[in-house]
């Protein structure tokens, strides 16, 4: 079972920056993919970004040229840069690995959860 550690969350106005980290460990197969989910009150949790060891990356369409995920695959461990943030951006992410690979062609979830991260987005 990977064990993951997210850091980065907190409160920022619109418009402004905040990059999230995520750190897995515990892993006996490689991280095929690794991603960031996000979750809304009262609303289901929803793919924001994914990448994979070799560095393909996919986004939701709301979060295309603001959001962008890297990856340091000697550290297991996955960024979120979060760039011109709205309100709207507000949710607790979640990071995610998995060592399957599906996530990157399913709408399922797959893997291993971050115990997640507050990021409000105040006007």
């Known amino acids: 079972q990977v064990q993951l550690v997210e850091s980065g969350g907190g409160l920022v106005q619109a418009g402004g920056s905040l990059r999230l980290s995520c750190a897995a460990s515990?892993?006996?197969?490689?991280?095929?993919?690794m991603g960031w989910y996000r979750q809304a009150p009262g609303k289901q949790r929803d793919m924001v970004a994914l990448?994979?060891?070799?560095?393909?990356?996919k986004y939701t369409d709301s979060v295309k040229g603001r959001f962008t995920i890297s990856r340091d695959n000697a550290k297991n461990t996955v960024y979120l840069q979060m760039n011109a943030l709205k309100l709207e951006d507000t949710a607790v992410y979640y990071c995610?690995?998995?060592?399957?690979?599906?996530?990157?062609?399913?709408?399922?979830?797959?893997?291993?959860w971050g115990q997640g991260t507050q990021v409000t987005v105040s006007s």
């Open positions: 990448i994979t060891d070799g560095g393909r990356t």
């Open positions: 515990g892993s006996s197969l490689s991280i095929i993919v």
């Open positions: 995610n690995a998995d060592t399957t690979g599906n996530s990157w062609y399913s709408q399922r979830f797959f893997g291993s």
